[in-house]
């Protein structure tokens, strides 16, 4: 398999260039572990590559085993238990009040907290 990053940094993987190691496992170059490790902001260190190029490879080898299960008979699910709405009654409830809320605040106008702009316009 084929590692491949879109335009994104989304990682793509190209069946076509589908290559096993011996053992089985996804072929992963160690352009394609610098590559991900960038996209991911990890630094990985030189006596920790190889280990890394044997965790990748099994990793896709796995998620490569998972995309030819054969789900045809297999009901889509969203959850894995029955259940339904689990939210709570929408009831009014002793808060805050608005000078409480506002008694710490470094600034306040008119009864609101009062932050710095963070947008132009």
């Known amino acids: 398999m084929r590692i491949s990053f879109d335009t994104c940094g ?3 993987y190209n069946d076509s260039d589908m290559t096993k ?11 394609d572990l610098t590559t991900t490790a960038h996209l991911s902001r990890l630094t990985i260190p030189a006596e920790e590559k190889e280990e890394a190029l044997k965790t990748l490879g099994d ?5 490569d085993n998972l995309s030819n299960v054969d789900t045809e008979h297999v009901h889509p699910t969203t959850y894995a238990l ?19 809320a ?8 008119d009864g609101y907290f009062k932050v710095p702009k963070v947008l132009e316009g």
Do not use: H, W
């Open 10 to 12: 989304a990682i793509c």
């Open 21 to 31: 190691k011996d053992g089985g496992g996804m072929k992963v170059t160690e352009q």
């Open 59 to 63: 990793f896709l080898t796995y998620v």
């Open 82 to 100: 029955p259940i339904e709405n689990v939210f709570r009654a929408d009831e009014v409830r002793p808060s805050l009040s608005n000078e409480a």
């Open 102 to 109: 506002l008694s710490n605040a470094p600034l306040a106008e």
